[in-house]
C-alpha cells in the first residue's frame, strides 16, 4: 500500500491566489522528504529539499519565497505556491525515504499533484 | 556533473516485441535507481542496482549495470500493453545533508496492441 500519501491530488486556483499541498509519510517517520516538480512530457526536477525542523534546501533557480516549505513534523511537510501564476501549472510531487541515510533506499512517491492556475 | 542521460526518448513497439532503455553518466555511479511512471500517475520504485556488472531480473524485466558503473539497461522481453508508461533511471547522490534523487528524461514506451 501506499507509503506516502499527497493532498490534494488536484487542485484549480486563480492566478494570485496561494494552494497549498501536504505530503505525509503514512508507517514511517521521514526527516527530510523531496519536492519535485513535472512539466507535461519532461522529467521529474528536484525542486527542493525539505528538512524536519529546519529550513528547506532549494535547488538553483527555485524561489525559495514563492514555494514555501514546512517540514512541521517527522511525518509532514507542506509546500506552498505563494502568488500561483499560469506558468506554475504543474504536477508537483513529494518523495520520501525510510532510511534517510542510506544512499541504498528508494524514495517512495505520493500520487502527485496537479495544479492549475487560470 | 550528476545527470543522468537516457535514450531513447520515446519507443513504440507492437506488442510481443522487445524493449530496451539506456542510461549512462560520464562519471562513475554509486547506484542506479529505476522507476515506472504510468500516464497519470507517480514513479513506482522498480529496482536498485548497485554492484559492477550486476543483473537481476523481475519477471520479464532485466536490469544490468555496466561493469565501469557508467551506464545501465532496463530491458522488457516480449511486451504487453501493461508495459505501457515511462521509465525513468535514476541516481542518488550525497547533497544538502541528505542523499537526493536526479532522474534521467526517462523514455516513454508505447505498445500497440
Known amino acids: 500500500g501506499a507509503v506516502v500519501s499527497q493532498h490534494p491530488s488536484w487542485v484549480i486556483c486563480k492566478s494570485g491566489t496561494s494552494v497549498k499541498i501536504e505530503c505525509r509519510s503514512l508507517d514511517f517517520q521521514a526527516t527530510t522528504m523531496f519536492w519535485y516538480r513535472q512539466f507535461p512530457k519532461q522529467s521529474l526536477m528536484l525542486m527542493a529539499t525539505?528538512?524536519?525542523?529546519?529550513?528547506?534546501?532549494?535547488e538553483q533557480g527555485v524561489e525559495k519565497d514563492k514555494f514555501l516549505i514546512n517540514h512541521a513534523s517527522l511525518t509532514l511537510s507542506t509546500l506552498t505556491v505563494t502568488s500561483a501564476h499560469p506558468e506554475d501549472s504543474s504536477f508537483y510531487i513529494c518523495?520520501?525515504?525510510?532510511?534517510?541515510?542510506?544512499?541504498?533506499?528508494?524514495?517512495?512517491f505520493g500520487n502527485g499533484t496537479r495544479l492549475t492556475v487560470t | 556533473g550528476q545527470q543522468v542521460m537516457q535514450i531513447p526518448q520515446y519507443q513504440h513497439v507492437q506488442e510481443g516485441e522487445d524493449f530496451t532503455t539506456y542510461c549512462n553518466s560520464s562519471?562513475?555511479?554509486?547506484?542506479i535507481q529505476w522507476y515506472k511512471q504510468r500516464p497519470g500517475g507517480h514513479p513506482v520504485f522498480l529496482i536498485q542496482?548497485?554492484?559492477?556488472?550486476e543483473v537481476k531480473k523481475q519477471k520479464r524485466l532485466t536490469f544490468q549495470f555496466g561493469e565501469a558503473k557508467k551506464n545501465s539497461s532496463l530491458h522488457i522481453t516480449a511486451t504487453q500493453t501493461t508495459d505501457v508508461g515511462t521509465y525513468f533511471c535514476?541516481?542518488?547522490?550525497?547533497?544538502?545533508?541528505?542523499?537526493?534523487?536526479?532522474f534521467g528524461k526517462g523514455t516513454k514506451l508505447s505498445v500497440i496492441p
Open positions: 535514476a541516481r542518488r547522490y550525497s547533497g544538502a545533508g541528505s542523499y537526493q534523487l536526479t
Open positions: 562519471t562513475t555511479l554509486s547506484n
Open positions: 542496482l548497485v554492484k559492477s556488472g
Open positions: 525539505s528538512n524536519e525542523g529546519s529550513k528547506a534546501t532549494y
Open positions: 518523495s520520501a525515504a525510510r532510511q534517510r541515510n542510506s544512499y541504498n533506499s528508494p524514495l517512495h
